[in-house]
Nanobody
Framework: QVQLVESGGGLVQAGGSLRVSCTAS?????MGWFRQAPGKEREFVAA???????????FYADSVKGRFTISRDNAKITVSLQMNSLKPEDTAVYYC??????????????????WGQGTQVTVSS
């Protein structure tokens, strides 16, 4: 059993930046971020796998490419999501997830085994 603890998030004006982080209690293969806005389904944001030879492959939803950056510290078993140029539509509860989805399936939430409690990100216009 792996526990995920998120930190960061908060309130920021449009165009600003925030960083959310997630620390795992055990080693995982793929760590990712999903978000869920009120009245909407949970959606994929970004994910990072662990490769010993290049540090990991990254994956992003089209809506955040070029604005968000995911990274991980394998020694600390931590994944972070740096969010720049935030928009009001980025407002949501952000969830950290961990599991072993294949490279072609990182956006599929049911393939993740472990989830954090969620952290609120609010972007005001």
């Amino acid at each position: 059993q792996v526990q995920l603890v998120e930190s960061g998030g908060g309130l920021v004006q449009a165009g600003g930046s925030l960083r959310v982080s997630c620390t795992a209690s055990g080693r995982t293969f793929v760590m990712g971020w999903f978000r869920q806005a009120p009245g909407k389904e949970r959606e994929f944001v970004a994910a990072i796998s662990w490769n010993s030879w290049n540090g990991g492959s990254t994956f992003y939803a089209d809506s955040v490419k070029g604005r968000f950056t995911i990274s991980r510290d394998n020694a600390k078993i931590t994944v972070s999501l740096q969010m720049n140029s935030l928009k009001p539509e980025d407002t949501a509860v952000y969830y950290c997830a961990a599991g072993r989805p294949g490279a072609g399936s990182v956006e599929r939430a049911p393939l993740y085994d472990y989830w954090g409690q969620g952290t609120q990100v609010t972007v005001s216009s």
